[in-house]
């Protein structure tokens, strides 16, 4: 869902550079680490998981206008370390064809890498001390989205300024795109019955809430049948 | 899914494509995206799309395809595009422009280099855990998509997806999703076993020429010479 869909040469330069040289400093590290593990623990569980990212986020989720990332699911699966080198395989993959630029490769592995260390972490927290599996993965994936999200829409304005970033804007005549305000904007944006800063949050919040749950059941399912395929620990 | 046409077509010996040296392939690949990105004119980014559009013609690269894979760059550069048109018009058409030549310079690159020459190269900037990652992940989306296609049809013919039953179709969507996993780790351990057995211990080594094989090689390179410092000098 937080996945930067900018194409090459929109975005500062300093601002891809960077995120090619954070992520790059995060993978060393986490390869490091990576060097104690057996290979046959760590080489097909990401080779799988990349492959069920890639096809997770080619699916359109119909109701509301953003895919599912299955970015949690894959932290859960073969842990955050490693699933942040998943990322940075699956968005390089996507970059390739098509699905955002090869320049935000480094950008969006941090975007979605923030959203699976957050998840993680919060979700372990919280399943040692509500003890409730659903609430625990229904909470950890809602606020690591948010605040993946965030980071998002951050990045992104540093380009366009906040008010330009919402979709609707181009459905509007360049009259009507003379707006006074960021208020203006906002109430240009339509989804269903709604507008304005309500329509945004219902588009994201149906988008969260349908990967939480999809999580979830996955989550739920894998416990009963293959545990010892997730890294968490219940 | 597109990545099947982009494998045929890439692996495809008798595509004159297929016959030029990575080396050369990656090279016009770095000129021309490092042209795109830093050229701020309407006409020159008009002749690099008129450019990769002859060579996708001269290189027998399926125009449709190319506008298949084209959607998503066209749709996200146009987003921007257009909301920058507010301020000056030239602007947002060049950002269209330039979103689309990017995706399409990319696109020469992967429609006429096997996966594993490409995998292979960027060994060079890249850890070999990762590059073994790439080649298990690439084998291993054709499987799960195509378990996950025969899961659907099974699901479909058992009465499992209903319509307007929303909650009964996402768990057993789910459900279906949490098969293709475990079916998907099974094969990848099969697979590293298999890998074990001829003697992986972690790098996958293949054989990538990159000398220069043909006057189509020089002349891609020399192209994207001449685009590069075009754009250094005018652009």
Excluded: C
């Amino acid at each position: 869902m937080s996945h930067i869909h900018v194409t090459d040469g929109v975005l500062p330069f300093f601002l891809w550079f960077f995120g090619f040289v954070i992520s790059g400093i995060i993978i060393g590290f986490i390869i490091n680490d990576l060097k104690k593990k057996d290979l046959k623990e760590i080489v097909p569980k990401a080779g799988v998981a990349s492959a069920i990212m890639l096809i997770g986020m080619s699916i359109p989720l119909g109701i509301v206008p953003v895919h599912l990332s299955l970015g949690i699911l894959t932290g859960f699966i073969v842990g955050p370390g490693l699933g942040f080198i998943v990322l940075f395989v699956v968005n390089l993959i996507l970059a390739l064809v098509g699905h955002g630029g090869i320049t935000v490769v480094g950008l969006n592995t941090l975007v979605i890498g923030l959203e699976i260390f957050i998840g993680f972490y919060l979700f372990s927290f919280l399943i040692n001390n509500i003890k409730n599996l659903k609430l625990s993965i229904l909470i950890s994936v809602f606020i690591a989205i948010t605040i993946s999200l965030i980071f998002m829409f951050t990045i992104v304005a540093q380009t366009e300024g906040l008010a330009e970033n919402l979709p609707s804007y181009l459905h509007l005549s360049s009259e009507e795109q003379n707006f006074e305000n960021l208020d203006d904007v906002l109430n240009a944006v339509d989804y269903v019955f709604f507008n304005g800063w309500t329509a945004i949050f219902i588009i994201l919040l149906v988008g969260i809430l349908i990967e939480a749950i999809a999580t979830y059941l996955i989550i739920k399912f894998l416990l009963k049948i293959r545990p010892d395929i997730l890294s968490i620990k219940i | 899914m597109l990545l099947v046409e982009i494998d045929r077509l890439s692996t495809d010996k008798n595509k004159k494509g297929y016959n030029i040296s990575i080396t050369s392939k990656l090279l016009f690949f770095l000129f021309m995206l490092t042209s795109i990105i830093v050229n701020k004119s309407l006409s020159i980014n008009i002749l690099i799309l008129a450019l990769l559009t002859t060579l996708f013609i001269y290189y027998g690269i399926s125009i449709k395809l190319i506008f298949k894979l084209s959607l998503y760059p066209l749709f996200f550069g146009s987003l921007f595009g257009i909301i920058q048109m507010s301020s000056s018009l030239e602007l947002g058409v060049l950002t269209i422009l330039k979103s689309i030549s990017a995706a399409w310079s990319v696109f020469f690159l992967i429609t006429t280099t096997p996966y594993i020459d490409l995998f292979s190269t960027l060994n060079i900037v890249l850890p070999s855990l990762i590059i073994d990652i790439f080649f298990f992940a690439y084998r291993s989306i054709f499987i799960l998509i195509e378990k996950g296609n025969n899961l659907i049809k099974i699901i479909k013919l058992r009465g499992g997806l209903k319509p307007f039953n929303i909650i009964f179709n996402i768990k057993n969507i789910a459900g279906a999703i949490g098969v293709i996993i475990i079916n998907g780790f099974d094969i990848s351990e099969r697979m590293y076993n298999i890998y074990h057995l001829r003697g992986y211990k972690g790098g996958i080594k293949s054989e990538v020429s990159y000398k220069l094989k043909s006057i189509d090689d020089i002349f891609l390179i020399i192209l994207s010479l001449i685009t590069f410092i075009g754009v250094t000098i005018y652009g």
